[in-house]
Structures are given as C-alpha cells and as structure tokens.
C-alpha cells in the first residue's frame, strides 16, 4: 500500500471535490456508452449505475493501493469503447438477457484487474515506454473517432448501431429520418456551452455546468421522459452475487470464465497503457516519480472490485488528474476524496440523475472524443519520417474498422520491424571513425572540446548525445535532459553522432528545450545531422525554438559565440 501523506490535507480535499464534480458527468456518459449496444429500457439507467460504480470504487482503490501521487482514475474514452463491445456481444449471444452482460462485464473487468496485478508484479510497467509515438497515436485518435461517431445517434434521438461501419453507413438513412429536433437542439446546446464556459471562467467546470443548464433546459421544455438516464436504484451498490437480476443457477460459468479472459486481457493491457501515460502526465505537473508497477497493481485491485460490483472498468483518467492537480491535489488522499464524493452521490442524488437527457451525455462525449484525437500528430504526417506516418495510419484505420486489441498488436509489429531495419543500418555505419552507440554519455569530453575554458565551464553544460534520438531511447534522453545543474546559464547539445530522430524523438527534444528555455537557459546545438535537422525543422523545432543563430556547424564556432557573448557582457 502506498503511504498516505496528511502535510497537504487543505490543497488534497478542494482538489478531490473538484475532481470529483468533473468526473460525475464522465462516468455517467461513459457508463451509458458502454451499455449503448444493448435495446433495452434498463440499459440508461443500468449504464449510469455501473459508470458511477465504477469510478467509485477504482477511484478509491487506485488510489489507495497506487503508485502515483495525485492520479484521479475512472472510466475513460479507450476502456468504454471495449466495455461497449463486450456488453454487445454478450447481449447478442444471450439473445437479449441482461443477466448474462452483467455477468460478461463483470467477469472481464475481474480479470482485467487480476492481469493488471500480475502485471505490477511481475514489474512489466517499465516496458509501457517502449510503444512508438505513432501507434499511440494513431490508437487514441481512433478511439476518438469512434465515440464521437457513436454518440451521433443519441445527439439526433436515435440508437446508436454497434459497429462502427453500420455507424458510418446508416448514419444518413438516420438523418434522412425523423430527427429528433429538441434532441439536436440540447446536444448542440451542451457541446457550446462546453466550448464557451473556459473562455468566460476556468474556476468550474464546464461539462458540470453544461449538464446542469442543459438539463433545466430541457425540464423546462417538458422533454420526453423515454430519452433520459431514468431512474437510478440508490443504496450501497452491490456484489455480482447479490444482483436480483442474475440468476446463478442458470450459468455455465466454466464457458463464462472462459469466455471473459481475452476481454480481460485486452482491458488490462489498454488499462495499464492508458494509466501509465497519465501518471507520466502527472509526474511532470507535481515534479515527482512515480512507481508504475506499484500503481498498475493498484489499478487491478480497483478494476477487480469494480467488476465484482458490476461496475465498468476504468484506468487512470489524464483531464480528472489535470483538474485535480491544477486544484492542489497532491497525493492519495485526493484520489479518494473525489471517489467518496461520487459515493456521496451515489447514495443521495441518484433520483437527480435520472432527469439527465442522453443527449446531453452525447455533447459531453462528443467534445471527450473529439479531446482525445490527435490532430498535431496527423499535422505532422508530411513531416515525420514516412515509417511513422504509415505506422499512425494503419493503426488508425485498423482502431476505427477492425478492433483496439489488433491496431495496437499489428501497430507494434510494423514498428518493431521497422526499427529493426533502421537499426541494422545504423549499426553499419561509422561517423568519424566512431561506431555509433545508442548511448546519452555526459562525463567523457569529446576531442574537439580542448578549447572550453575554465570560466565557461562555471555556467556551460554540454549535453553529449551518443545515439539516435527515438521511440525506443527517448526514456533515457530525457533523464539525462533532466539532469541538467541548476547553477548553468548555457546548455550546448551536441549532435553530431545523432543520425536519426523520429516522432518520438522530436517531440521529447521539444519538450527538453522548452523545459530548459523555462528556467532561463539558453540553449544551443552543434553539428545537427541531416535526418535529425529535417525532422526538426518540419516540426517547428528550429528555428521556433532554437533560432538559426543559435544552431552551429562547428562545435569550435559554437564556442567562438560564447566567447563573444562573454565578451560583450
């Protein structure tokens, strides 16, 4: 268990209630997304229930038993579109029987926290930073997609079909319909008012507001009872076993088990991908490190038991972690006061909920998916090396019309591949008689360096890379960026034995230089390679960042412009 600090009490708990009130409408939305598959009058209420289970009880867990300080998880964009399959398929397979998707959803979402736990102890964290740029990527901006292409249905007052290709194609048939014109009105309403509340204030947030006005609204305008969330049972919630829904008896649960491990798997592997990213958000917010695997078994014990309540799975949740951070959270404790306050809603407010339009949830998911695309990585498509830009694209398409589990599997394979063939020719190659290494070496001063001065040596850093600069080492380069002294005013990168940048690379290198720029310090580079220079200047790096004046051929010329400098002060 990770040790619960009390020296930030005041900044955690106004951070977990902030938190807390931007969750609720999250975990309501993606709770009814997951159960959007299902016909059945129970599924909006059901969903509700189980995406406010669900962050209530990972929520409190995670942070518990987790690794990271400040993390605030729930249900997210990524897990609620495999939930929504699994509950789907279940339903289809049981011919209507919401016994058995409870019983589906469950059993995958148990045995998504037990793999996330031998994930942690087996200490398989550590390799999450290993996936290439491009496939996230391409992965998350399909999962964006998908939901937004989802919740059109709900946003015009109809049924959103389970397959994406049957969203695309019966989406104009859909509109050619009866549109629900109230439905359009009030899903519009809330997407502008989600847009418009950050520009007035950033004090509270938004989708709380846009779901409280929108939904007055449509109290006011008597809107149809049948298109809201519905009645949403209130009490403790309860375990699978306890569900008056469920007949045991009846199930086979040797076929059920077994039927619910692949999901599981593919739940907890995208569940400890999207964790660990936000824990490496978190981490720069608060300066602190955090333990990956510590936090993924965290996340399973959370995952664990929001299954065996019948709760949707979650991970942690990078915007609620922004918040809470943003609002003073510093530790565990804010983690668990936002999951306490869902609780608190839970068992009072449910007979609130129940007035809440779905498409009120569909403007809220709609403006999540369209946050998660990732439009600077299509932007620089014409600009990164074209191994990258393939890699994003299939992993793309292969999210949008095939299924997550495969995008990322086949996304890693042409990644790997690739680096393999890049790899093999650079081990080949020699730059001035010295066998490139991929390597960040610091201490060992190059030849050409005999002419750094005593007194410069005082204020100048030289960062020596060693290496390609990518996917595979940019954990490393940013360490070694980070150990920059405090006392210099001058850091000159060497880049001379840098043949290769990719995505990855060129957007770690960004992040450095800004960093650094940050705290005063002016940077400089030194015999940029050709590979790495295109790249970074397609991407605005230089000059942006590092102005052309500041970018030398020599690393004699650089030093030549420092003496200079020295001189005029």
Not at 85 to 101: C, H, L, M, R, Y
Not at 445 to 460: A, C, I, Y
Request: with cysteine; proline share 4%; hydrophobic share 50%.
């Amino acid at each position: 268990m990770a040790f619960i600090k009390t020296n930030n009490i005041k900044g955690d708990i106004f951070g977990g209630i902030t938190a807390g009130i931007v969750a609720l409408p999250l975990a309501l939305a993606f709770g009814i997304q997951a159960f959007g598959g299902i016909d059945s009058p129970e599924a909006s209420s059901i969903g509700a229930l189980a995406g406010l289970v669900g962050a209530t009880l990972l929520g409190f867990l995670a942070s518990l038993f987790g690794g990271t300080h400040s993390q605030i998880s729930g249900p997210t964009g990524p897990m609620t579109v495999i939930t929504a399959s699994i509950i789907s398929g279940a339903w289809t397979a049981s011919g209507g029987n919401i016994g058995t998707v409870l019983i589906a959803m469950s059993l995958a979402g148990i045995f998504c926290g037990l793999f996330q736990i031998l994930f942690g102890l087996i200490r398989i964290g550590k390799y999450v930073r290993y996936i290439p740029y491009p496939v996230l990527s391409g992965f998350m901006s399909g999962i964006g997609v998908i939901i937004i292409l989802q919740q059109l249905y709900p946003l015009i007052g109809r049924k959103s079909p389970v397959s994406t290709i049957d969203m695309i194609a019966q989406f104009p048939e859909a509109c050619s319909q009866s549109i629900n014109l109230m439905a359009l009105m009030i899903g519009i309403g809330t997407i502008l008012l989600i847009l418009a509340i950050p520009r007035i204030t950033k004090k509270v947030p938004s989708t709380l507001v846009a779901l409280i006005v929108m939904t007055l609204v449509s109290v006011g305008l008597s809107y149809d009872s049948a298109m809201t969330i519905g009645d949403i049972p209130a009490g403790l919630p309860l375990p699978l076993f306890m569900k008056d829904a469920i007949d045991l008896g009846s199930i086979d649960w040797l076929k059920a088990i077994e039927a619910a491990i692949v999901p599981g798997l593919t739940l907890a592997g995208l569940g400890s991908i999207d964790t660990l990213l936000t824990s490496v958000v978190a981490d720069n917010l608060t300066k602190t490190k955090h333990n990956s695997n510590r936090e993924l078994i965290g996340q399973g014990i959370g995952n664990a038991f929001a299954g065996l309540f019948c709760g949707i799975s979650g991970a942690g949740a990078t915007m609620r972690t922004v918040v809470n951070v943003k609002s003073g959270g510093r530790t565990q404790l804010s983690g668990m006061v936002h999951a306490l306050l869902l609780l608190a809603i839970l068992l009072g407010l449910g007979s609130l909920v129940k007035y809440v339009p779905l498409a009120v949830l569909a403007g809220i998911l709609i403006t999540v998916g369209w946050g998660i695309i990732d439009f600077r990585g299509f932007r620089d498509l014409t600009h990164i090396p074209k191994a990258d830009a393939f890699v994003l694209i299939v992993v793309f398409l292969m999210t949008v019309f095939v299924d997550l589990l495969t995008a990322v599997g086949i996304g890693m394979v042409i990644a790997c591949f690739l680096f393999m063939m890049r790899a093999g020719d650079l081990i080949e190659r020699q730059y001035g008689g010295v066998t490139l290494q991929q390597e960040f070496d610091r201490t060992i001063p190059w030849n050409d360096e005999s002419g750094v001065t005593d007194d410069m040596k005082q204020h100048v850093y030289i960062q020596r890379l060693g290496g390609p600069v990518f996917f595979g080492s940019i954990t490393g380069f940013n360490k070694v960026m980070h150990d920059v002294p405090k006392d210099v005013n001058t850091v000159i990168i060497r880049m001379r034995r840098v043949t290769f940048m990719d995505q990855s690379g060129a957007y770690a290198m960004e992040t450095a230089i800004k960093d650094l720029q940050a705290k005063g310090i002016e940077v400089l580079m030194t015999i940029i390679q050709p590979q790495a220079n295109a790249i970074m200047r397609k991407t605005h790096i230089i000059p942006a960042l590092i102005p052309k004046e500041h970018t030398f051929k020599t690393f004699e010329e650089c030093i030549a412009y420092l003496k200079e400098r020295d001189t005029k002060k």
